[in-house]
């Protein structure tokens, strides 16, 4: 994945600090620059794939990519138990 979406960011001529804010109001403060952004999904799959932990990247705070991350991890793994157990079903069964 580029960064060339980095450049389109609304965040682009901004101190990068502010989105790593001490706080939940900095938190909202950061997100409310996000809500606007022409790159916002490019942007979270970057901090998504990139395991990014810290800061506010694509309207997300650290907790709420944390949750994306541990969903994600769910469903792969429900799913690869459905395909195990699929797996094992006999085939042609009468
Ligand atoms: S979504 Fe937020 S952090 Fe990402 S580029 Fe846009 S303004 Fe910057």
Known sequence: ??????????????????????DGVGVKLAQAVCAGCPVQEPCLDYALSHRVQ?????????????????????????RTAAETLESLEPAGRP
């Open 54 to 78: 810290e800061g506010v990247w694509g309207g997300t705070s650290e907790c709420q990519r944390k949750r994306i991350l541990r969903r994600a991890r769910a469903t792969r793994t429900s």
């Open 1 to 22: 994945m580029g960064t060339d979406w980095m450049s389109q960011g609304k965040c682009k001529d901004m101190d990068p600090a502010f989105f790593f804010p001490s």
